[in-house]
């Protein structure tokens, strides 16, 4: 129960922020339910995203939320700075594509789809089939009222 409490402080707290601070992006859409998030995931470092084996070892040694997580393929001909990077799944989706651990999911899960104008500016959007998608926060025409 107290879990429950502190999951829907943090949801309204994150709203209420994003309405706070809006960015040039609103997120819209709902969730379909079908996987693809959980099992299409990039990890982002400084330097671009994870492309090395050795350092996803490492980093679930240093941070035990990667533990949440297994190497499941690696991206080809993308975009510069996708190309030859790791994609990862979550060890706990179902076949149902449900979350397992629903009520206990990593802030990395409950977090999902964050805006982050930096990736949408280059050219990151939602993946196919997903419900969720980007859209500008204010119509260019309303700028020139």
Do not use: H
């Not at 402080?9 to 709203?15: K, N, P, R, S, V």
């Not at 379909?32 to 982002?44: E, P, T, V, Y």
């Amino acid at each position: 129960m107290f879990l429950m409490i502190k999951k829907f402080f943090e949801d309204f707290f994150l709203c209420l922020y994003n309405k706070l601070f809006s960015s040039r992006y609103v997120l819209k859409g709902k969730c379909k339910r079908c996987g693809a998030c959980c099992r299409n995931i990039l990890f982002s470092i400084k330097d671009g995203y994870v492309k090395d084996e050795k350092l996803f070892y490492e980093m679930q040694k240093k941070y035990k939320y990667y533990r949440n997580y297994k190497i499941s393929g690696i991206l080809k001909d993308k975009k510069d700075f996708q190309n030859g990077a790791l994609t990862f799944e979550c060890k706990y989706i179902s076949d149902k594509n449900l979350c397992k651990i629903y009520w206990f999911r990593p802030k990395f899960c409950r977090d999902y789809p964050n805006i982050n104008p930096e990736l949408i500016y280059n050219g990151v959007t939602m993946l196919d089939g997903c419900g969720f998608y980007f859209d500008v926060n204010k119509k260019f025409k309303s700028y020139l009222k």
